[in-house]
């Protein structure tokens, strides 16, 4: 679902926006991304780690790093060429630079340092693979440590503002620093702090102030985009919140995302297996594929642009562009499925 959200919001002014999260609080997809990321690398590679050691885990982590850093530079590729062609939008894609300076470019671009417009998440993500082993290697020997650690990187950025070099912004738009947390309490909620955290979201107060914070992010970004609601915020909380700094991932974002994450344990049957319907295993599908889905979105979230700008930008074009896009998501990720089952190998995870 995160995919789907991840594509129609990388479409400028599309209305459809109004179906995913970040119109609706303080966070959006991308939290998601980050979180469900950390959970998936503990399952497969704290799997791993139990029945085949480390140098396995290590090897895996070196491997799945190296493929995200391969697709980047592929969608980059095809992004630049896609770009090209069209040649009206490269402000759009922050993808003149790269055409006036391609010599330095491709040489940031090989640095992780560079990143056309919706690309720049790939990067922060080779380098959590990268570092998962030393995660793992923490959280196996003492989760608290691991989160404290963790938690004390990310005061560095809210602080001193630490960063990842990039050019020519000075910081990629996806802090590793910052976003590492999310990354590592999804992997401790897939490993030893699954039931400590299950006891502490069973918790009456812990719900209530979930409601309460989820309830307040609500109206503030009902405000964002609608005057019936600014009369409601006060300007001692705009001067308190803003500016909500999404690269170093603002407290008030990950506060929310995780207030979300307990609601909806309460919503979800801990034991609620069904056979997937046709809407559930199309996400699976998504799901399973991830990372070349999320490559075609980038693309397809593009050309969808350029239509939008080309030909209409009314409702039923956007409706229209908007379910094509996700229709061809799902195919993509079927065919790829399809070939993986027929290689006998197992869908990788993001």
């Given at each position: 679902m995160a995919l789907w959200f991840v594509f129609i919001d990388h479409i400028p002014g599309n209305v459809f926006d109004w179906l995913t999260l970040r119109n609706y609080g303080f966070s959006d997809a991308s939290e998601v991304f980050v979180f469900v990321s950390g959970?998936?690398?503990?399952?497969?590679?704290?799997?791993?780690?139990?029945?085949?050691?480390w140098p396995t885990v290590i090897a895996r982590s070196l491997r799945r790093s190296f493929e995200i850093y391969a697709a980047f530079l592929l969608l980059v590729i095809v992004y630049l060429g896609l770009a090209w062609l069209t040649s009206s939008y490269l402000d759009e894609t922050n993808t003149r630079r790269f055409f006036d300076n391609p010599g330095t470019a491709l040489l940031r671009l090989l640095a992780l340092q560079y990143a056309p417009v919706n690309t720049d998440i790939l990067p922060t993500f080779v380098l959590l693979h990268l570092a998962f082993p030393i995660v793992l290697w923490l959280i196996a020997r003492n989760a608290a440590i691991a989160l404290a650690a963790s938690f004390m990187l990310y005061l560095m950025v809210q602080l001193y503002s630490w960063h990842w070099p990039a050019w020519p912004t000075g910081e990629l738009?996806?802090?590793?620093?910052?976003?590492?947390?999310?990354?590592?309490?999804?992997?401790?909620?897939?490993?030893?702090?699954?039931?400590?955290?299950?006891?502490?979201?069973?918790?009456?107060?812990?719900?209530?102030?979930?409601?309460?914070?989820?309830?307040?992010?609500?109206?503030?970004?009902?405000?964002?985009?609608?005057?019936?609601?600014?009369?409601?915020i006060p300007q001692m909380i705009e001067d308190w919140l803003y500016p909500i700094y999404k690269s170093h991932l603002d407290p008030v974002r990950i506060i929310h995302f995780l207030a979300i994450v307990a609601l909806l344990t309460r919503i979800v049957p801990p034991d609620g297996r069904r056979s997937p319907g046709l809407w559930t295993t199309a996400l699976i599908r998504c799901g399973e594929n991830s990372l070349p889905i999320f490559c075609f979105s980038v693309l397809a979230s593009f050309m969808t642009f350029v239509i939008l700008n080309r030909v209409s930008d009314g409702l039923p074009m956007q409706a229209a562009v908007t379910a094509l896009g996700i229709a061809l998501m799902v195919a993509v990720a079927n065919i790829l499925t399809w070939e993986a089952k027929l290689d006998r190998r197992a869908p990788a995870l993001f």
């Open positions: 959970y998936t690398c503990m399952v497969s590679y704290g799997g791993a780690l139990r029945s085949q050691g738009y996806f802090n590793p620093f910052a976003w590492q947390i999310l990354f590592v309490i999804g992997a401790c909620s897939a490993g030893p702090c699954a039931e400590k955290f299950a006891t502490i979201l069973q918790r009456r107060v812990t719900i209530s102030l979930a409601a309460a914070y989820v309830l307040f992010s609500l109206v503030i970004a009902l405000s964002w985009r609608l005057d019936a609601f600014k009369w409601l």
